[in-house]
């Protein structure tokens, strides 16, 4: 699965679900981003485990919008 953008998607409340389908593989498009972007990338890394920093989330990337899928 592929995050494209973060401003526009967010799958972070879906992450458990995913894993559950079969899900093993994830994504997040990082190009053309400053290097702050990156703490979003071990935001969704957190939640892999099982630790979903939604708050975090929201203060490095305050546009997300839940996502469908």
């Known amino acids: ?34 290097d702050s972007y990156y703490k979003i990338v071990n935001i969704y890394q957190e939640a892999l485990t099982g630790n979903i920093l939604k708050q975090e989330l929201e203060k490095y990337s305050p546009k997300n919008t839940p996502a469908n899928y």
């Open 1 to 34: 699965m592929i995050i494209f953008n973060d401003r526009d998607l967010s799958l972070i409340d879906e992450i458990d679900h995913l894993k559950n389908l079969g899900y093993c593989n994830f994504s997040i498009d990082g190009r053309y981003r400053k």
